[in-house]
């Protein structure tokens, strides 16, 4: 556990020397942020939707009247 704190303290100092170093750096890391976040957003609406789909009926509430 002390392990993961040092190696996520030491990628936070090491993701800000990268991106204070050059402004075409800083830009590039955040288009990069942007595109990871985006994706993890678009598959995780993707999988939930699934997940409510398999869950839900295909007829759901009650069916078309029959005329007599």
Do not use: C, K, W, Y
């Not at 976040?37 to 409510?52: E, R, T």
């Amino acid at each position: 556990m002390v392990n993961l704190v040092h190696n996520i303290t030491e990628m936070i100092r090491l993701f800000t020397e990268v991106a204070l170093s050059f402004p075409g750096s800083t830009i590039l890391l955040l288009f990069g942020a942007l595109l990871v976040g985006v994706s993890v957003l678009v598959f995780g609406f993707l999988a939930l939707g699934g997940i409510g789909a398999a869950m839900v009926p295909d007829t759901a509430g009650r069916g078309p009247q029959r005329r007599a």
